[in-house]
C-alpha cells in the first residue's frame, strides 16, 4: 500500500471532488489524478517492495451492458493504470489495478457518470426522446474518454511537472509505470482464469444526440482553469 500521508492526501482531493460547486470538483479530480500518477511511479521507483498488489473492486451493478457506461469506466481506468470490465454473468462493472488506482477511479466514475446523467436532463422534453438521450450519453461519455487518454499520452510523451514535494517525472519512466502496471494486471487475470471478450462499439439511434454529446463532453473539462461563479452559471444554463 502507498504511504498513508499521501493517500490521505489524494483521499481529501477526491473528497472536493464530489463538491456542488463543478469547477472546485474537476480541478481536485484532476489534481488527485496527477498526484497519483506522481507519487506511484515515485514508489515504484524505490524497488518491488513498494509495489502495490493488484486486486479488483466493483464499481456498480448493471441489468443490461450500458454502452456510455462501459466507455467512460474504460476510458478513466486506461487514464489511470486500471482496467475495465464487466461480468456478464452477474451485470457486475468492475475494476482490476492497484488499490490506489481503484480508489481514484472509482471517484473519478462517480463523479463524471453524475456529470453526463445531469446534462442529459437538461435535455428532457421538447421532442427529445430516449434514444436521443441514451445517444448523447454516448457521445459525452466517448469524448471524455478520449480527453482522458489524450492526457495520459501527454504524461507519457511529455512527463509529469514537479507538485509540492513530488519531482517531475520522465515521459520514458511515466509509460514504464503504466507497461509495468499492465502486465501485472495481465498476470492477475490470467492466474483468475478470466476469460476476456472485447466488445464492439454499439450503434446509436441518434446522430443529433451523439453529437451534442460529444460536444457537452468538451464543456466537463478536465484541463480548464477554475471559472468564476457567474461564468459557470452561464455555463450550466447555456447547457
Given at each position: 500500500?502507498?504511504?498513508?500521508?499521501?493517500?490521505?492526501?489524494?483521499?481529501?482531493?477526491?473528497?472536493?471532488?464530489?463538491?456542488?460547486?463543478?469547477?472546485?470538483?474537476?480541478?481536485?479530480?484532476?489534481?488527485?489524478?496527477?498526484?497519483?500518477?506522481?507519487?506511484?511511479?515515485?514508489?515504484?521507483?524505490?524497488?518491488?517492495?513498494?509495489?502495490?498488489?493488484?486486486?479488483?473492486?466493483?464499481?456498480?451493478?448493471?441489468?443490461?451492458?450500458?454502452?456510455?457506461?462501459?466507455?467512460?469506466?474504460?476510458?478513466?481506468?486506461?487514464?489511470?493504470?486500471?482496467?475495465?470490465?464487466?461480468?456478464?454473468?452477474?451485470?457486475?462493472?468492475?475494476?482490476?489495478?492497484?488499490?490506489?488506482?481503484?480508489?481514484?477511479?472509482?471517484?473519478?466514475?462517480?463523479?463524471?457518470?453524475?456529470?453526463?446523467?445531469?446534462?442529459?436532463?437538461?435535455?428532457?422534453?421538447?421532442?427529445?426522446?430516449?434514444?436521443?438521450?441514451?445517444?448523447?450519453?454516448?457521445?459525452?461519455?466517448?469524448?471524455?474518454?478520449?480527453?482522458?487518454?489524450?492526457?495520459?499520452?501527454?504524461?507519457?510523451?511529455?512527463?509529469?511537472?514537479?507538485?509540492?514535494?513530488?519531482?517531475?517525472?520522465?515521459?520514458?519512466?511515466?509509460r514504464s509505470m503504466f507497461e509495468k502496471n499492465?502486465?501485472?494486471?495481465?498476470?492477475?487475470?490470467?492466474?483468475?482464469?478470466?476469460?476476456?471478450?472485447?466488445?464492439?462499439?454499439?450503434?446509436?439511434?441518434?446522430?443529433?444526440?451523439?453529437?451534442?454529446?460529444?460536444?457537452?463532453?468538451?464543456?466537463?473539462?478536465?484541463?480548464?482553469?477554475?471559472?468564476?461563479?457567474?461564468?459557470?452559471?452561464?455555463?450550466?444554463?447555456?447547457?
Open positions: 500500500m502507498a504511504d498513508k500521508t499521501i493517500v490521505e492526501r489524494i483521499k481529501k482531493l477526491l473528497a472536493l471532488a464530489t463538491s456542488s460547486n463543478e469547477n472546485e470538483s474537476t480541478a481536485a479530480a484532476e489534481k488527485a489524478s496527477l498526484l497519483l500518477a506522481q507519487y506511484n511511479l515515485s514508489l515504484a521507483d524505490l524497488g518491488p517492495n513498494h509495489q502495490e498488489e493488484i486486486d479488483e473492486d466493483s464499481v456498480e451493478t448493471t441489468s443490461k451492458f450500458v454502452t456510455w457506461k462501459m466507455i467512460l469506466l474504460s476510458g478513466i481506468a486506461d487514464a489511470n493504470g486500471c482496467n475495465a470490465m464487466r461480468n456478464n454473468y452477474n451485470g457486475i462493472m468492475f475494476l482490476v489495478g492497484t488499490s490506489t488506482n481503484l480508489m481514484v477511479c472509482k471517484h473519478l466514475y462517480e463523479y463524471l457518470s453524475s456529470a453526463i446523467e445531469k446534462r442529459a436532463k437538461y435535455r428532457k422534453g421538447n421532442g427529445r426522446g430516449l434514444a436521443y438521450l441514451n445517444a448523447f450519453r454516448v457521445g459525452c461519455a466517448t469524448r471524455l474518454r478520449q480527453r482522458l487518454l489524450e492526457q495520459k499520452q501527454q504524461m507519457e510523451e511529455s512527463g509529469i511537472p514537479g507538485s509540492g514535494d513530488a519531482a517531475a517525472t520522465p515521459g520514458i519512466v511515466v499492465q502486465r501485472a494486471i495481465a498476470d492477475y487475470l490470467e492466474g483468475r482464469g478470466v476469460k476476456i471478450r472485447t466488445r464492439t462499439n454499439s450503434q446509436v439511434s441518434s446522430a443529433a444526440g451523439f453529437n451534442s454529446g460529444y460536444e457537452v463532453g468538451d464543456k466537463i473539462s478536465l484541463h480548464k482553469q477554475v471559472q468564476p461563479e457567474e461564468e459557470q452559471k452561464q455555463l450550466n444554463e447555456s447547457l
